[in-house]
């Protein structure tokens, strides 16, 4: 069974700086892979998403991941943080195409400090 | 936004009762999945359904029942509520065919304390 795992369970940076979140699954077959991010008392919205292609994927709000095989992730990074991206942030991988059930990571809480 | 309406979105109730949480979905989707977010779990797949009556198990379904009789709802009935499902639940929903890539829409979330 896939398995998605997020190292650090609370990731804190300061204003203006490089947000790295960590993102690794377990699966042999590359996977559909997922980043939603969860604001305070809300439902998860999808950031981004990697299916086939190109490995860098671009999200909303700044956002990209890429995909490395070789390492099993799917690292999502945001050159400035701003404020309004303090959030819970959730990794997701499917089996592929065929596949409509996601594996979630148990999610990395995202705090910025002005 | 994908429409998806969760009811109720919070309630208390006592050990012992019966709830039902419901979804209701606009978009015509195939898919509807019952998620819990606790801390610490990340989400956990409840119950699905890929159709009117079918519906299948996830990892965490002992204790819980689901029921769809029509493609825009998809219940969730906990026959007799514990505090150990003193939880936040999210209904989420997607859809097949050419194109679609399996990622969810998620609804706004239940949030049920069990006293």
């Known amino acids: 069974a896939q398995s998605v795992t997020q190292l650090g369970s609370h990731v804190s940076v300061s204003e203006g700086a490089l947000v790295l979140l960590r993102c690794n699954y377990s699966s042999s077959v590359p996977p559909y892979l997922f980043w939603y991010v969860q604001y305070p008392n809300q439902g998860l919205q999808l950031l981004l998403k990697?299916?086939?292609?190109?490995?860098l994927v671009k999200g909303i709000n700044g956002f990209e991941a890429e995909f490395k095989k070789s390492e099993t992730s799917f690292h999502l990074t945001k050159p400035s943080a701003h404020m309004s991206d303090a959030a819970e942030y959730f990794c997701?991988?499917?089996?592929?195409?065929?596949?409509?059930?996601?594996?979630f990571g148990k999610g990395t809480k995202l705090s910025v400090i002005p | 936004d994908a429409g998806i309406t969760q009811s109720p979105r919070h309630k208390v109730t006592e050990t012992g009762t019966p709830v039902t949480l419901r979804c209701h979905q606009t978009e015509n989707h195939r898919y509807m999945y019952w998620y819990r977010q606790d801390p610490g779990h990340g989400l956990r797949l409840i119950h699905y359904?890929?159709?009117?009556?079918?519906?299948d198990k996830g990892e965490v379904s002992d204790g819980y029942s689901v029921s769809r009789s029509k493609t825009e709802d998809f219940l969730l009935t906990l026959e007799s509520a514990t505090s150990s499902q003193t939880s936040v639940y999210f209904c989420?929903?997607?859809?097949?065919?050419?194109?679609?890539?399996?990622?969810?829409?998620f609804g706004e979330g239940s949030r049920l304390t069990v006293l």
């Open positions: 989420a929903i997607s859809d097949t065919g050419t194109g679609h890539t399996g990622e969810l829409f």
């Open positions: 997701a991988a499917s089996n592929g195409a065929g596949s409509y059930q996601l594996t």
């Open positions: 359904s890929y159709g009117v009556k079918d519906t």
């Open positions: 990697y299916t086939t292609g190109a490995t």
